[in-house]
C-alpha cells in the first residue's frame, strides 16, 4: 500500500492535495531563499480530529509533520521538508466564540489576524496583536512565532493575550494547556511555552484570546529626519521622555517612494527617513504625550516634527509603512533581518547597519517598530543576480552579529526558522541550547514536528 493510499484511510480523500502544482504555494512561506523541498502531500483539516489522525499517521509512518498557517513567516519557519506530511490549517478559519463579560475569544487558528479584530470590534473589543500581514496572517502562526507589530511598544506581543490553547502533541494527544480564571499558577505555563515555538512542540488547532476595550482615536505626530542616526536618536529621545506611544515606527525614503509607485498615494515626505508616532490617550493627557513626542523628535534634529492634523495623511503614511515590504519585493527579492536591541542602542546600531549595507554594495531599505528597538533592515537584491545575493546574505550575517554585539536579539517577531537558526546558536549558551533539546525530546519523542527548524535536534527526522 502506498503512503497516500494509507494517509486517505487515515483522514478525508476531500483534505488531501496531491497534485504538485497546487501543492506547490503550500510548501513555503515568504522568507526569501529559505530552502524547501517536495512534500508526500498536503493536507488541509476542518477540525482537532482530523489534525490528530494525520499527526498519528505521520507517527506510524515515520514522517515528518511541517504545519503551516497562512504562509506569511518570513524565517522559513513553515517549509516543507523531503517526503513530510505539510498540515495547512488555513482551512480552520472560525471565531468559535466571543464573551463580551470576560472579553475573550475563541478561534480556530486559520482566523485572519485582520477578521478578528473585525469580528471583536462589533462588541466594543479589540486584539491587540497587529503584525504588518495583519490582513494575511492567521491567529494560530502569529502564535507559533510569537508575533510582534506596530502596537507591541505599548501593548505587548501576542503570547501576552494568549490564555489557553488546544494543541495536537507530537504524540498524537489531544490537550488544553493554559487558563481559564483571570489568575491560575497551578503548574508550568506549557500556554507560555507553545507561543514561539513554530510548529515543533505540537500543532496549534484552537486559541483563546483576551481582549481589550475598543482604544480612542490615535492621535498621529510625524517628525522628518535627514539621517537614520538622527531618527535612532529621535526614538531614543522618546524613551528618555518617559513616553509610552501607541505606536513608534521608522520608515525610510526607498520604501516611501516603492510604496507611492506600486499604489500611487500621494506621498511626499522631504526626509531620508521619518518617524511614525501615535498616541491613544484620551484628553489633555494626550495632547501633552503628542507634544513630547515632537519636542523628542526635535531635540533629535527633526527637520519637522507636528502632531498631524489630517486624519487621511497620518494613516497614508501608517499605510506605507504596513505595504513597505510587498512593495519592496516588487522590486526583486527581498531578505529580512529582524534584530531587536534595546532603544537606547537603536541609533547606534542603525548606524553600523547603513555602513554594513555600504560595505557589502548592497541595498538596505529601512523600517522598523522603533519604539521597542524592533528593527527590519530589508535587503533588497536584482532577480537572479547571484552576486548581489551573495552580498545580501554576508551583510544578513553581519547584522546578526551587530545585534549581538549590542546585547540584542536575532529576532524579535518573526522566529527562527530556517534562516536564524545559527543566530540562535550564537546567541544562547550550550547549557541553554541543552534545555530546548530536553524539552523538545520530552514533548516530541518521535522527533516528527517541524524537525530542523529553530535548531537541530540528533535523532529528528
Known amino acids: 500500500?502506498?503512503?497516500?493510499?494509507?494517509?486517505?484511510?487515515?483522514?478525508?480523500?476531500?483534505?488531501?492535495?496531491?497534485?504538485?502544482?497546487?501543492?506547490?504555494?503550500?510548501?513555503?512561506?515568504?522568507?526569501?531563499?529559505?530552502?524547501?523541498?517536495?512534500?508526500?502531500?498536503?493536507?488541509?483539516?476542518?477540525?482537532t480530529a482530523q489534525v490528530a489522525a494525520a499527526v498519528n499517521w505521520c507517527i506510524e509512518n515515520r514522517v515528518a509533520v511541517v504545519p503551516r498557517g497562512s504562509g506569511t513567516g518570513l524565517s522559513g519557519g513553515?517549509?516543507?521538508?523531503?517526503?513530510?506530511?505539510?498540515?495547512?490549517?488555513?482551512?480552520?478559519?472560525?471565531?468559535?466564540?466571543?464573551?463580551?463579560?470576560?472579553?475573550?475569544?475563541?478561534?480556530?487558528?486559520?482566523?485572519?489576524?485582520?477578521?478578528?479584530?473585525?469580528?471583536?470590534a462589533e462588541d466594543g473589543l479589540w486584539y491587540p496583536p497587529d503584525p504588518a500581514s495583519a490582513p494575511w496572517s492567521s491567529i494560530g502562526g502569529n502564535v507559533a512565532t510569537n508575533a510582534g507589530g506596530l502596537c507591541c511598544v505599548k501593548y505587548g506581543v501576542t503570547s501576552e493575550y494568549v490564555?489557553?490553547?488546544?494543541?495536537?502533541?507530537?504524540?498524537?494527544?489531544?490537550?488544553?494547556?493554559?487558563?481559564?480564571?483571570?489568575?491560575?499558577?497551578?503548574?508550568?505555563?506549557?500556554?507560555?511555552?507553545?507561543?514561539?515555538?513554530?510548529?515543533t512542540l505540537g500543532i496549534i488547532t484552537e486559541v483563546t484570546v483576551r481582549l481589550l476595550p475598543l482604544p480612542p482615536a490615535a492621535t498621529a505626530i510625524v517628525g522628518y529626519f535627514d539621517s537614520l542616526v538622527e531618527a535612532g536618536q529621535g526614538v531614543a529621545n522618546v524613551t528618555a521622555a518617559g513616553v509610552i506611544p501607541s505606536a513608534l515606527e521608522l520608515v525610510d525614503s526607498y520604501c516611501l517612494k516603492a510604496v507611492d509607485d506600486w499604489k500611487n498615494m500621494?506621498?511626499?515626505?522631504?526626509?531620508?527617513?521619518?518617524?511614525?508616532?501615535?498616541?491613544?490617550?484620551?484628553?489633555?493627557?494626550?495632547?501633552?504625550?503628542?507634544?513630547?513626542?515632537?519636542?523628542?523628535?526635535?531635540?533629535?534634529?527633526?527637520?519637522?516634527?507636528?502632531?498631524?492634523?489630517?486624519?487621511?495623511?497620518?494613516?497614508?503614511?501608517?499605510?506605507?509603512?504596513?505595504?513597505?515590504?510587498?512593495?519592496?519585493?516588487r522590486l526583486g527579492p527581498v531578505l529580512t533581518e529582524d534584530i531587536c536591541v534595546a532603544r537606547s542602542k537603536v541609533p547606534e546600531v542603525l548606524r553600523r547597519i547603513q555602513g554594513i549595507g555600504e560595505a557589502h554594495d548592497t541595498v538596505l531599505a529601512q523600517i522598523a517598530h522603533a519604539g521597542d528597538g524592533n528593527l527590519h533592515p530589508l535587503l533588497v537584491t536584482p532577480a537572479g543576480?547571484?552576486?548581489?545575493?551573495?552580498?545580501?546574505?554576508?551583510?544578513?550575517?553581519?547584522?546578526?552579529?551587530?545585534?549581538?554585539?549590542?546585547?540584542?536579539?536575532?529576532s524579535g517577531e518573526h522566529g527562527i526558522g530556517l534562516l536564524k537558526a545559527d543566530g540562535l546558536a550564537s546567541q544562547l549558551s550550550a547549557e541553554v541550547i541543552d534545555m530546548h533539546v530536553a524539552v523538545k525530546r520530552a514533548l516530541d519523542p518521535h522527533g516528527i514536528m517541524n524537525p530542523g527548524k529553530v535548531f537541530a535536534v540528533p535523532g529528528e527526522e
Not at 24 to 39: F, G, I, M, S
Not at 282 to 300: D, K, M, N, Y
Open 163 to 199: 490564555l489557553s490553547l488546544e494543541v495536537v502533541t507530537g504524540t498524537g494527544k489531544i490537550v488544553r494547556v493554559g487558563k481559564r480564571t483571570a489568575k491560575d499558577v497551578a503548574g508550568y505555563d506549557l500556554r507560555a511555552l507553545l507561543a514561539g515555538s513554530e510548529g
Open 385 to 410: 543576480d547571484e552576486d548581489a545575493k551573495r552580498r545580501a546574505q554576508a551583510a544578513f550575517e553581519d547584522i546578526i552579529a551587530v545585534a549581538l554585539e549590542a546585547g540584542g536579539t536575532v
Open 266 to 329: 500621494g506621498l511626499s515626505a522631504e526626509a531620508e527617513v521619518i518617524l511614525l508616532a501615535s498616541t491613544d490617550v484620551p484628553g489633555a493627557a494626550g495632547e501633552a504625550e503628542a507634544a513630547a513626542i515632537v519636542a523628542a523628535f526635535e531635540s533629535a534634529g527633526a527637520t519637522f516634527a507636528a502632531v498631524s492634523e489630517n486624519a487621511e495623511e497620518a494613516e497614508a503614511f501608517f499605510a506605507a509603512r504596513r505595504l513597505a515590504y510587498p512593495a519592496l519585493e
Open 1 to 47: 500500500m502506498s503512503l497516500i493510499d494509507s494517509l486517505s484511510r487515515a483522514v478525508p480523500d476531500d483534505i488531501i492535495i496531491t497534485d504538485p502544482d497546487v501543492m506547490d504555494r503550500y510548501l513555503h512561506d515568504d522568507a526569501e531563499w529559505a530552502p524547501y523541498e517536495q512534500a508526500v502531500a498536503v493536507i488541509r483539516p476542518r477540525d
Open 78 to 120: 513553515a517549509n516543507a521538508l523531503a517526503g513530510c506530511l505539510v498540515i495547512s490549517l488555513d482551512a480552520m478559519d472560525r471565531v468559535l466564540a466571543v464573551d463580551p463579560v470576560e472579553r475573550t475569544a475563541r478561534v480556530q487558528p486559520g482566523v485572519i489576524n485582520n477578521d478578528l479584530r473585525a469580528r471583536v
